[in-house]
């Protein structure tokens, strides 16, 4: 940004049912998306209808009214909170001055901003080219004197040139290397299946509190702020479980309620690892007063995704400054927390070992001395719930649980008493 000046905004809201509550969460929301984006709200303008306008997605008297707020505020950028048509977006940049995006312009600069991985910002700007496409016909001159600032940000805005042609041939570019990635990726995948390792995602909206969650119990040093998606690219560590079994821990993109189609397509890819997991711990931020709207997103996303079959977990965080209203939704197993409460992390790990053991195979195995790999196996890689020495017979009584298909489990079998 230049010399780090906010950008003036006004945000322009279309209420079309009367959800009068869910419609205030979603404008507040945008507003929070401006201020990521380093935006500045100086005004807000809504209106109430049956349906969008097909031509200013607002009708033409508040068109009026939002001239008169340009006049008075001078605002760099009027964002609207809905994705806006091509001819919308045409008609509303005759009548106004200032730059129009709408809600999906500005996720996406925002994830622009955030992508850190090469990986990141491939699928970022494939997303902003995507949704570029079918804005191109008759604005080719006006891409050219778009300058800095919100919405035009990232990998995509230098290569904005009017020639679709080059936009294909991008896109078709960037999805060759995005493939090499997953092609990459999936041969790791297969030789951590291999070696059998119980996988563990986090999910969640957009700053419940998933990479906090996630610093804490795997030693990592992920991005976390309180802003939303402060993390981008997923990251995997290693998390120990108290009886000393190590599981895998991912971190992944928060969601968040009309999530651009473009991102969410751009998006599989990475988390075609939570695809992966085992078990996926839903984190809820139960201090948000519109928790509820935000668990079903979340369960809309992952069903998207083929991904709503996977055992949960929900994991409602920040119990410290809970919401007066908030009830926990009773559908699933869950589990109240504050992430930077010790004592809860480690009810946390505990709840989560109990789930893993429901996974896996009870073994009663009798392993003599002098086994010492399996033994150093035993322990490392399934959980261990009893272990004694049998002085006479030099062998070691071992109770505990193993995956099923886990390379160690033939061998189990020869000593299972």
Not at 45 to 57: E, S
Not at 133 to 148: E, F, M, N, T, W
Not at 378 to 405: A, R, W
């Amino acid at each position: 940004m230049k010399n780090d000046a906010k950008e003036k905004v006004i945000l322009v809201g279309c209420q079309l049912e009367d959800d009068d509550l869910g419609f205030r969460y979603s404008l507040n929301e945008l507003k929070e998306l401006t201020e990521t984006a380093q935006g500045q709200v100086v005004a807000t303008l809504t209106q109430k209808r049956d349906r969008v306008h097909p031509g200013t997605y607002i009708g033409k008297g508040k068109v009026e009214e939002l001239m008169l707020l340009e006049e008075q505020f001078e605002p760099d950028i009027i964002v609207f909170n809905d994705e806006l048509s091509p001819s919308q977006i045409r008609n509303l940049s005759r009548e106004l001055d200032s730059r129009v995006i709408d809600r999906t312009q500005l996720i996406l600069d925002i994830f622009a901003q955030r992508a850190r991985s090469r990986e990141g910002k491939l699928q970022v700007e494939l997303a902003q080219l995507q949704y570029l496409l079918p804005r191109l016909i008759g604005q080719g001159a006006s891409l050219s004197r778009l300058g800095g600032g919100i919405g035009t940000r990232g990998p995509g805005e230098t290569k904005l040139e009017s020639d679709r042609r080059h936009i294909h041939r991008r896109i078709d570019d960037i999805k060759k290397q995005l493939q090499t990635i997953v092609d990459h990726r999936e041969r790791y995948r297969e030789r951590r299946k291999r070696n059998k390792t119980f996988q563990i995602a986090l999910v969640g909206y957009t700053n419940a509190g998933k990479s906090t969650l996630f610093n804490r119990m795997s030693l990592a040093d992920s991005y976390e702020e309180n802003q939303l998606f402060a993390t981008l690219d997923p990251m995997t560590r290693k998390m120990p479980l108290p009886s000393g079994y190590s599981t895998l821990l991912t971190d992944t993109v928060g969601f968040i309620q009309d999530l651009p189609t473009t991102l969410v397509a751009a998006f599989r890819s990475t988390l075609e690892e939570v695809r992966e997991a085992d078990l996926l711990l839903h984190i809820v931020d139960c201090s948000n007063p519109d928790h509820s709207q935000h668990e079903k997103t979340v369960q809309s996303l992952l069903k998207d995704l083929q991904m709503d079959g996977l055992p949960q977990l929900t994991v409602y965080n920040k119990r410290d400054a809970m919401d007066p209203e908030f009830v926990p939704s009773t559908e699933s197993e869950h589990i109240m927390i504050s992430a930077l409460n010790e004592l809860d992390r480690g009810k946390l790990l505990v709840k989560i070992e109990e789930i893993v053991k429901k996974q896996m195979m009870r073994y009663h195995a009798l392993i003599p001395a002098n086994e010492g790999k399996l033994l150093s196996q035993l322990k490392n890689e399934t959980i261990l719930t009893g272990l004694e020495f049998l002085e006479e017979s030099q062998v070691y009584e071992m109770i505990g649980f193993h995956l099923e298909d886990h390379p160690v489990s033939g061998s189990i079998k020869k000593f299972q008493r």
